[in-house]
């Protein structure tokens, strides 16, 4: 689309500091597989950090400040986070772009995510940037309805998508993740990024 773009492998140099920073929001707040409205446990375990977190279950979907799972705020974004997604947001076009959220999703093999929009952020005139660590997968982005046909986007380890603006509110998943070959992951030695794909999804939701 006009305001969206993949940057191929952008997050690879700032890789070591991006799993760090994964590691310390994990010892905090673990991955959960959270409940869909309808009653659905959702395949793709997830958590959150920032001043906001995305959450899910017989009540809606919402933003909240803390962690339904401990009842404390969700960690702090990790620095790193921050810089990062500042930086792919003006490689793609948007400046002054500072997330207060951070959805941080995990697939395994055979792990899906359904088309969806975001729309739960109040301010839709920010991008979402949403980097890729680890198992490949395939994206599919879709029209403003649901019912358009999406095309299919392969994104790799280090891929970063970014996508605002008339673009904002296009439809948009995950197909199910395959299974992949070992050797895939020699590069990538840190246990977080084995056998799996680690999804980090920075938005400005307050």
Same mark, same amino acid.
């Given at each position: 689309?006009?305001?969206?773009?993949? @940057?191929? %492998?952008?997050?690879?140099?700032? =890789? !070591?500091?991006?799993?760090?920073?994964? *590691?310390?929001?994990? /010892? &905090?707040?673990?991955?959960?597989?959270?409940?869909?409205?309808?009653?659905?446990?959702?395949?793709?375990?997830?958590?959150?950090?920032?001043?906001?977190?995305?959450?899910?279950?017989?009540?809606?979907?919402?933003?909240?400040?803390?962690?339904? @799972?401990? %009842?404390?705020?969700?960690?702090? =974004? !990790?620095?790193?986070?921050?810089?990062? *997604?500042?930086?792919? /947001? &003006?490689?793609?076009?948007?400046?002054?772009?500072?997330?207060?959220?951070?959805?941080?999703?995990r697939y395994l093999p055979g792990t899906r995510l359904?088309?969806?929009?975001?729309?739960?952020?109040?301010?839709?005139?920010?991008?979402?940037?949403?980097?890729?660590?680890?198992?490949?997968?395939?994206?599919?982005?879709?029209?403003?309805?649901?019912?358009?046909?999406?095309?299919?986007?392969?994104?790799?380890?280090?891929?970063?998508?970014?996508?605002?603006?008339?673009?904002?509110?296009?439809?948009?998943?995950?197909?199910?993740?395959?299974?992949?070959?070992?050797?895939?992951?020699?590069?990538?030695?840190?246990?977080?990024?084995?056998?799996?794909?680690?999804?980090?999804?920075?938005?400005?939701?307050?």
């Open positions: 689309g006009p305001q969206a773009c993949v @940057l191929r %492998g952008a997050a690879l140099a700032g =890789m !070591p500091e991006l799993i760090a920073g994964l *590691a310390e929001v994990l /010892a &905090r707040a673990p991955f959960r597989q959270m409940v869909t409205p309808g009653g659905q446990t959702m395949s793709v375990a997830l958590t959150n950090c920032g001043a906001l977190g995305w959450t899910s279950d017989r009540r809606g979907y919402r933003y909240t400040p803390l962690d339904p @799972l401990s %009842g404390e705020p969700w960690p702090a =974004m !990790p620095p790193a986070f921050l810089q990062h *997604a500042g930086a792919w /947001a &003006r490689q793609a076009g948007f400046d002054g772009f500072q997330p207060d959220a951070c959805l941080i999703n359904s088309l969806h929009q975001d729309r739960n952020e109040r301010d839709l005139g920010a991008p979402i940037v949403s980097a890729s660590l680890g198992a490949p997968a395939v994206f599919l982005f879709g029209g403003p309805a649901r019912s358009d046909r999406p095309e299919k986007v392969l994104l790799e380890h280090g891929d970063v998508a970014v996508w605002g603006g008339v673009d904002r509110l296009r439809f948009h998943g995950v197909m199910p993740l395959k299974e992949a070959p070992d050797h895939l992951f020699q590069s990538m030695p840190h246990p977080l990024l084995q056998g799996q794909r680690v999804n980090l999804t920075l938005r400005k939701a307050g």
